[in-house]
Protein backbone atom coordinates (compact mmCIF):
# COMPACT_ATOMS: atom_id res chain seq x y z
CA UNK A 1 0.00 0.00 0.00
CA UNK A 2 2.79 2.40 0.57
CA UNK A 3 4.48 1.36 -2.08
CA UNK A 4 1.68 2.18 -4.44
CA UNK A 5 0.93 5.74 -2.47
CA UNK A 6 4.95 6.30 -2.95
CA UNK A 7 4.94 5.38 -7.01
CA UNK A 8 1.73 7.97 -7.37
CA UNK A 9 2.95 10.78 -5.76
CA UNK A 10 6.58 10.60 -7.86
CA UNK A 11 4.13 9.80 -11.37
CA UNK A 12 2.49 13.41 -10.11
CA UNK A 13 5.88 15.06 -9.23
CA UNK A 14 7.09 14.09 -12.34
CA UNK A 15 4.49 15.41 -14.52
CA UNK A 16 4.60 18.83 -12.48
CA UNK A 17 8.16 18.98 -13.48
CA UNK A 18 6.70 17.77 -16.92
CA UNK A 19 3.72 21.26 -16.99
CA UNK A 20 5.66 23.92 -14.68
CA UNK A 21 6.61 25.98 -17.64
CA UNK A 22 3.48 25.24 -19.42
CA UNK A 23 1.08 26.43 -16.91
CA UNK A 24 1.18 28.97 -14.47
CA UNK A 25 -0.84 26.89 -11.90
CA UNK A 26 1.18 23.89 -11.80
CA UNK A 27 4.19 25.91 -11.58
CA UNK A 28 2.86 28.09 -8.42
CA UNK A 29 1.47 24.47 -7.05
CA UNK A 30 4.76 23.10 -6.90
CA UNK A 31 6.38 25.74 -5.23
CA UNK A 32 3.39 25.40 -2.62
CA UNK A 33 4.53 21.76 -2.40
CA UNK A 34 8.37 22.45 -2.27
CA UNK A 35 8.05 24.97 0.67
CA UNK A 36 5.42 23.06 2.45
CA UNK A 37 7.96 19.86 2.27
CA UNK A 38 10.41 22.41 3.59
CA UNK A 39 8.71 24.26 6.54
CA UNK A 40 8.19 20.23 7.68
CA UNK A 41 11.62 19.10 7.22
CA UNK A 42 13.41 18.55 10.84
CA UNK A 43 16.80 20.62 11.44
CA UNK A 44 17.47 24.11 10.40
CA UNK A 45 16.76 27.29 11.24
CA UNK A 46 12.92 26.79 10.76
CA UNK A 47 12.90 24.92 14.48
CA UNK A 48 13.88 27.98 16.03
CA UNK A 49 11.39 29.53 18.41
CA UNK A 50 10.30 32.84 17.85
CA UNK A 51 8.81 35.21 20.52
CA UNK A 52 7.51 38.82 19.71
CA UNK A 53 6.33 40.93 23.26
CA UNK A 54 3.72 43.80 22.36
CA UNK A 55 3.09 46.71 25.04
CA UNK A 56 0.35 48.76 24.27
CA UNK A 57 1.04 52.30 26.28
CA UNK A 58 -2.76 52.12 26.95
CA UNK A 59 -3.13 49.07 28.27
CA UNK A 60 -1.05 47.52 31.39
CA UNK A 61 -0.96 43.97 30.36
CA UNK A 62 0.85 43.20 27.49
CA UNK A 63 0.66 40.56 24.54
CA UNK A 64 3.44 37.92 23.22
CA UNK A 65 3.40 36.44 20.01
CA UNK A 66 5.80 33.00 19.51
CA UNK A 67 6.00 31.12 15.96
CA UNK A 68 7.79 27.84 17.51
CA UNK A 69 8.59 24.28 15.45
CA UNK A 70 4.75 23.24 15.70
CA UNK A 71 2.90 26.78 13.92
CA UNK A 72 6.16 26.03 11.04
CA UNK A 73 5.05 22.32 11.20
CA UNK A 74 1.41 23.51 10.46
CA UNK A 75 1.89 25.78 8.08
CA UNK A 76 3.98 23.55 6.27
CA UNK A 77 1.85 21.03 6.36
CA UNK A 78 -1.01 23.25 5.02
CA UNK A 79 1.19 24.28 2.21
CA UNK A 80 1.45 20.79 1.21
CA UNK A 81 -2.33 20.32 0.85
CA UNK A 82 -2.98 23.29 -0.67
CA UNK A 83 0.04 22.65 -3.29
CA UNK A 84 -1.35 18.73 -4.29
CA UNK A 85 -4.91 19.62 -4.10
CA UNK A 86 -3.88 22.56 -6.68
CA UNK A 87 -1.52 20.57 -8.55
CA UNK A 88 -4.27 17.62 -9.52
CA UNK A 89 -7.13 20.35 -10.37
CA UNK A 90 -3.67 22.21 -12.41
CA UNK A 91 -2.60 18.40 -14.03
CA UNK A 92 -6.32 17.66 -15.09
CA UNK A 93 -6.76 21.45 -16.35
CA UNK A 94 -3.43 21.03 -18.28
CA UNK A 95 -4.84 17.36 -19.86
CA UNK A 96 -7.55 18.48 -20.55
CA UNK A 97 -6.79 21.38 -22.64
CA UNK A 98 -3.73 20.02 -24.57
CA UNK A 99 -4.37 16.75 -25.35
CA UNK A 100 -4.72 15.44 -28.80
CA UNK A 101 -6.29 13.06 -31.43
CA UNK A 102 -3.82 11.44 -34.42
CA UNK A 103 -5.32 10.63 -36.94
CA UNK A 104 -3.46 8.08 -38.65
CA UNK A 105 -3.66 6.94 -42.44
CA UNK A 106 -1.57 4.01 -43.85
CA UNK A 107 -1.94 3.44 -46.86
CA UNK A 108 1.35 2.75 -48.75
CA UNK A 109 3.18 -0.45 -48.25
CA UNK A 110 6.66 -0.11 -45.84
CA UNK A 111 4.64 2.26 -43.88
CA UNK A 112 5.00 1.76 -39.65
CA UNK A 113 2.21 0.55 -38.50
CA UNK A 114 2.16 2.20 -35.82
CA UNK A 115 1.32 5.97 -35.83
CA UNK A 116 3.63 8.00 -35.50
CA UNK A 117 3.05 9.53 -32.08
CA UNK A 118 7.04 9.88 -31.62
CA UNK A 119 6.87 12.61 -34.27
CA UNK A 120 4.36 14.87 -32.22
CA UNK A 121 5.55 18.21 -30.93
CA UNK A 122 5.96 18.29 -27.67
CA UNK A 123 3.01 21.38 -27.01
CA UNK A 124 0.25 18.36 -28.86
CA UNK A 125 1.95 15.54 -25.94
CA UNK A 126 1.65 17.50 -23.05
CA UNK A 127 -1.94 16.07 -22.28
CA UNK A 128 -3.26 12.61 -23.41
CA UNK A 129 -2.87 11.26 -27.04
CA UNK A 130 -4.70 9.45 -28.38
CA UNK A 131 -5.22 7.90 -32.01
CA UNK A 132 -6.83 6.37 -34.98
CA UNK A 133 -5.67 4.24 -37.27
CA UNK A 134 -6.65 3.61 -40.65
CA UNK A 135 -4.91 0.54 -43.21
CA UNK A 136 -5.63 1.30 -47.13
CA UNK A 137 -2.76 -0.65 -47.83
CA UNK A 138 -4.05 -4.26 -47.40
CA UNK A 139 -7.65 -3.53 -48.51
CA UNK A 140 -9.88 -3.14 -51.14
CA UNK A 141 -11.05 0.85 -52.22
CA UNK A 142 -14.34 -0.17 -51.64
CA UNK A 143 -13.61 -1.67 -47.67
CA UNK A 144 -11.51 1.42 -47.37
CA UNK A 145 -14.03 4.12 -48.58
CA UNK A 146 -16.34 2.04 -46.15
CA UNK A 147 -13.86 3.03 -43.05
CA UNK A 148 -13.88 6.29 -44.50
CA UNK A 149 -17.29 7.00 -44.14
CA UNK A 150 -17.15 5.72 -40.67
CA UNK A 151 -14.26 8.04 -39.84
CA UNK A 152 -16.25 11.06 -38.42
CA UNK A 153 -18.37 8.91 -36.22
CA UNK A 154 -15.23 6.99 -34.98
CA UNK A 155 -13.71 10.16 -34.53
CA UNK A 156 -16.53 11.69 -32.55
CA UNK A 157 -16.26 8.46 -30.12
CA UNK A 158 -12.64 8.96 -29.35
CA UNK A 159 -13.09 12.29 -28.57
CA UNK A 160 -15.97 11.24 -26.21
CA UNK A 161 -13.95 8.68 -24.51
CA UNK A 162 -11.34 11.54 -23.46
CA UNK A 163 -13.99 13.64 -21.85
CA UNK A 164 -12.81 16.51 -24.11
CA UNK A 165 -15.34 19.43 -25.94
CA UNK A 166 -12.30 20.24 -28.82
CA UNK A 167 -8.90 18.93 -28.59
CA UNK A 168 -6.74 19.31 -31.12
CA UNK A 169 -6.78 16.72 -34.35
CA UNK A 170 -3.63 15.94 -36.61
CA UNK A 171 -4.07 14.13 -39.62
CA UNK A 172 -0.79 11.94 -40.47
CA UNK A 173 -1.43 9.75 -43.56
CA UNK A 174 0.08 8.66 -47.18
CA UNK A 175 -2.73 6.85 -49.54
CA UNK A 176 -3.74 7.36 -53.10
CA UNK A 177 -4.78 10.80 -54.01
CA UNK A 178 -8.56 10.20 -54.54
CA UNK A 179 -8.65 8.33 -50.96
CA UNK A 180 -6.44 10.95 -48.82
CA UNK A 181 -9.45 13.59 -50.42
CA UNK A 182 -12.41 11.59 -49.57
CA UNK A 183 -11.10 11.51 -45.99
CA UNK A 184 -10.27 15.27 -45.54
CA UNK A 185 -14.58 14.96 -47.40
CA UNK A 186 -15.54 12.87 -43.60
CA UNK A 187 -13.06 15.35 -41.44
CA UNK A 188 -14.01 18.63 -42.65
CA UNK A 189 -16.08 20.34 -40.10
CA UNK A 190 -13.40 18.87 -37.28
CA UNK A 191 -12.11 22.17 -35.36
CA UNK A 192 -8.40 22.46 -34.34
CA UNK A 193 -7.55 20.14 -37.40
CA UNK A 194 -3.97 20.17 -38.51
CA UNK A 195 -1.19 17.99 -40.72
CA UNK A 196 1.59 16.95 -40.51
CA UNK A 197 3.72 15.62 -43.97
CA UNK A 198 6.41 12.51 -44.27
CA UNK A 199 9.76 13.67 -44.78
CA UNK A 200 11.36 10.43 -47.09
CA UNK A 201 14.65 11.40 -46.95
CA UNK A 202 14.77 11.82 -43.14
CA UNK A 203 12.02 9.11 -42.57
CA UNK A 204 10.43 11.12 -39.93
CA UNK A 205 6.76 13.18 -40.17
CA UNK A 206 7.09 16.79 -39.42
CA UNK A 207 4.09 19.65 -38.89
CA UNK A 208 4.02 22.52 -41.55
CA UNK A 209 5.64 24.87 -39.63
CA UNK A 210 8.10 26.76 -41.63
CA UNK A 211 7.51 30.42 -42.48
CA UNK A 212 5.71 31.53 -45.19
CA UNK A 213 7.43 32.26 -48.28
CA UNK A 214 4.75 34.21 -50.02
CA UNK A 215 4.75 32.33 -52.93
CA UNK A 216 0.59 32.02 -54.52
CA UNK A 217 -1.14 30.23 -57.83
CA UNK A 218 -0.95 31.73 -61.06
CA UNK A 219 -4.57 30.56 -62.71
CA UNK A 220 -5.00 29.52 -66.25
CA UNK A 221 -9.27 29.30 -67.41
CA UNK A 222 -9.60 27.43 -70.84
CA UNK A 223 -11.01 29.75 -73.67
CA UNK A 224 -14.51 29.58 -75.24
CA UNK A 225 -17.56 27.53 -73.79
CA UNK A 226 -17.44 24.83 -70.77
CA UNK A 227 -20.65 22.20 -71.32
CA UNK A 228 -20.91 20.04 -68.41
CA UNK A 229 -17.75 18.77 -67.86
CA UNK A 230 -13.97 20.67 -67.30
CA UNK A 231 -10.89 19.63 -65.52
CA UNK A 232 -8.46 21.61 -62.83
CA UNK A 233 -4.95 20.79 -62.78
CA UNK A 234 -2.95 21.19 -60.19
CA UNK A 235 0.75 20.45 -60.43
CA UNK A 236 2.51 21.42 -56.95
CA UNK A 237 5.03 19.11 -56.59
CA UNK A 238 5.61 17.91 -60.20
CA UNK A 239 4.68 18.71 -63.74
CA UNK A 240 1.59 16.84 -65.20
CA UNK A 241 2.05 16.67 -69.11
CA UNK A 242 -0.33 17.92 -71.22
CA UNK A 243 0.02 14.49 -72.74
CA UNK A 244 -1.71 12.99 -69.39
CA UNK A 245 -4.70 14.95 -69.89
CA UNK A 246 -7.68 12.81 -71.31
CA UNK A 247 -8.12 14.20 -74.55
CA UNK A 248 -11.84 14.76 -74.03
CA UNK A 249 -10.69 17.67 -71.41
CA UNK A 250 -7.48 19.18 -72.84
CA UNK A 251 -9.18 22.11 -74.27
CA UNK A 252 -11.22 22.18 -71.10
CA UNK A 253 -8.56 22.51 -68.22
CA UNK A 254 -8.09 24.92 -65.57
CA UNK A 255 -4.49 25.28 -64.69
CA UNK A 256 -3.56 26.44 -61.36
CA UNK A 257 0.28 26.86 -61.08
CA UNK A 258 2.84 27.39 -58.37
CA UNK A 259 3.66 31.48 -59.26
CA UNK A 260 7.48 30.55 -57.72
CA UNK A 261 9.96 28.01 -58.28
CA UNK A 262 7.79 25.90 -59.86
CA UNK A 263 6.63 22.24 -58.59
CA UNK A 264 8.83 20.66 -55.93
CA UNK A 265 8.54 18.17 -53.36
CA UNK A 266 8.57 20.37 -50.35
CA UNK A 267 6.17 22.96 -51.93
CA UNK A 268 3.90 23.70 -48.80
CA UNK A 269 6.18 23.79 -45.73
CA UNK A 270 3.92 26.26 -43.95
CA UNK A 271 0.49 25.84 -42.86
CA UNK A 272 -0.25 29.50 -43.81
CA UNK A 273 0.89 29.19 -47.12
CA UNK A 274 -1.30 25.91 -47.69
CA UNK A 275 -4.09 28.08 -46.47
CA UNK A 276 -3.99 30.74 -48.79
CA UNK A 277 -3.15 28.33 -51.79
CA UNK A 278 -5.76 25.96 -51.38
CA UNK A 279 -8.50 28.40 -50.21
CA UNK A 280 -8.01 30.33 -54.08
CA UNK A 281 -8.60 26.54 -55.05
CA UNK A 282 -11.70 26.49 -53.46
CA UNK A 283 -12.63 29.79 -55.09
CA UNK A 284 -12.38 28.73 -58.22
CA UNK A 285 -14.47 25.67 -57.54
CA UNK A 286 -17.12 26.80 -56.00
CA UNK A 287 -17.81 29.81 -57.97
CA UNK A 288 -17.34 28.33 -61.50
CA UNK A 289 -21.04 28.77 -62.45
CA UNK A 290 -20.98 31.77 -61.62
CA UNK A 291 -18.44 32.41 -64.66
CA UNK A 292 -19.38 33.75 -67.94
CA UNK A 293 -19.54 30.87 -70.26
CA UNK A 294 -18.91 27.87 -66.63
CA UNK A 295 -22.99 28.18 -66.07
CA UNK A 296 -23.44 24.77 -67.38
CA UNK A 297 -20.68 23.17 -65.24
CA UNK A 298 -21.74 19.64 -63.89
CA UNK A 299 -19.01 17.65 -63.12
CA UNK A 300 -15.00 18.73 -62.40
CA UNK A 301 -12.26 16.14 -62.74
CA UNK A 302 -9.36 17.13 -60.50
CA UNK A 303 -5.73 15.92 -61.31
CA UNK A 304 -3.54 16.76 -58.06
CA UNK A 305 0.31 16.63 -57.82
CA UNK A 306 0.80 17.32 -54.64
CA UNK A 307 1.59 16.15 -50.82
CA UNK A 308 -0.64 14.22 -49.05
CA UNK A 309 -1.20 16.87 -46.77
CA UNK A 310 -2.13 19.24 -49.14
CA UNK A 311 -4.67 16.79 -50.82
CA UNK A 312 -6.41 16.12 -47.57
CA UNK A 313 -6.92 19.57 -46.91
CA UNK A 314 -8.19 20.28 -50.09
CA UNK A 315 -10.51 17.81 -49.39
CA UNK A 316 -11.69 19.72 -46.37
CA UNK A 317 -12.71 22.32 -48.39
CA UNK A 318 -15.45 19.97 -49.59
CA UNK A 319 -18.88 21.79 -49.78
CA UNK A 320 -21.92 19.70 -50.63
CA UNK A 321 -24.53 22.76 -50.94
CA UNK A 322 -21.79 24.63 -53.57
CA UNK A 323 -19.70 22.36 -55.56
CA UNK A 324 -20.41 20.45 -59.14
CA UNK A 325 -19.81 17.00 -58.63
CA UNK A 326 -15.63 16.32 -57.94
CA UNK A 327 -13.84 13.10 -59.67
CA UNK A 328 -10.69 13.16 -57.67
CA UNK A 329 -7.61 10.55 -59.59
CA UNK A 330 -5.19 8.49 -59.42
CA UNK A 331 -2.23 8.67 -61.44
CA UNK A 332 -0.81 5.08 -61.90
CA UNK A 333 3.21 5.92 -62.82
CA UNK A 334 3.92 2.55 -64.39
CA UNK A 335 1.15 3.41 -66.67
CA UNK A 336 1.82 6.59 -67.00
CA UNK A 337 -1.86 7.56 -66.85
CA UNK A 338 -4.96 8.04 -64.63
CA UNK A 339 -6.54 4.63 -63.91
CA UNK A 340 -9.16 5.18 -61.53
CA UNK A 341 -10.45 7.54 -59.08
CA UNK A 342 -13.64 8.58 -56.84
CA UNK A 343 -16.55 10.65 -57.47
CA UNK A 344 -17.68 13.09 -55.02
CA UNK A 345 -21.50 14.08 -55.20
CA UNK A 346 -23.43 16.00 -52.74
CA UNK A 347 -21.06 14.21 -50.19
CA UNK A 348 -21.56 10.96 -51.26
CA UNK A 349 -18.40 8.63 -52.47
CA UNK A 350 -18.47 6.25 -55.58
CA UNK A 351 -15.58 4.50 -57.30
CA UNK A 352 -14.94 5.07 -60.70
CA UNK A 353 -13.63 2.33 -62.66
CA UNK A 354 -11.14 3.76 -64.95
CA UNK A 355 -11.18 6.82 -66.86
CA UNK A 356 -14.12 8.20 -68.39
CA UNK A 357 -13.35 9.23 -72.17
CA UNK A 358 -16.17 11.78 -72.89
CA UNK A 359 -15.32 11.12 -76.58
CA UNK A 360 -15.83 7.55 -76.72
CA UNK A 361 -19.96 7.56 -77.13
CA UNK A 362 -19.78 5.16 -74.32
CA UNK A 363 -19.81 5.84 -70.54
CA UNK A 364 -17.60 3.70 -67.56
CA UNK A 365 -20.14 3.17 -64.76
CA UNK A 366 -19.40 4.58 -61.08
CA UNK A 367 -20.81 1.84 -58.61
CA UNK A 368 -19.83 1.48 -55.03
CA UNK A 369 -21.14 -1.75 -53.17
CA UNK A 370 -21.48 -2.12 -49.74
CA UNK A 371 -23.08 -5.95 -47.92
CA UNK A 372 -23.52 -7.03 -51.85
CA UNK A 373 -25.97 -4.38 -51.75
CA UNK A 374 -25.64 -1.37 -54.99
CA UNK A 375 -25.00 2.43 -53.01
CA UNK A 376 -24.59 4.31 -56.26
CA UNK A 377 -24.71 4.20 -59.69
CA UNK A 378 -23.86 7.43 -61.75
CA UNK A 379 -22.93 7.81 -65.58
CA UNK A 380 -21.35 11.02 -67.12
Known amino acids: MNEKIVNLFWQFWNQWLKYRYVDPIVGFARLLVTLGVGLMAPGGLWWLAVALEIKPLSLPASFTLSAGPETVTYTGFILLVVGVLLGI ?28 TDDLPPKYRYGEVTHLSLDTHNQSTERVLEHIEMFGKMLDEKILSMNLEAPVTVFAGLAPVPLLYAAGVRLSTRQNLLVMDYNRFE ?28 AIALPFTITIADSQIPSSLKDKTIWIRLNGTGPRTDAFSSEEKMRCVLRTVHDVIRNLRSREGYDHVERVHLFIAAQASTV ?39 ILNGFLDLGSGHANILTLHRNGQNLCQIGP
Open 203 to 230: QKWHMLDDKDDGERVDISYPNGRIDADI
Open 89 to 116: WGLHRVRKARSSCLVYLRGLPGMHDQPP
Open 312 to 350: FKLGTEYQSNAYPEMRIYHFQGGDGKYTWGISVRNSQFC
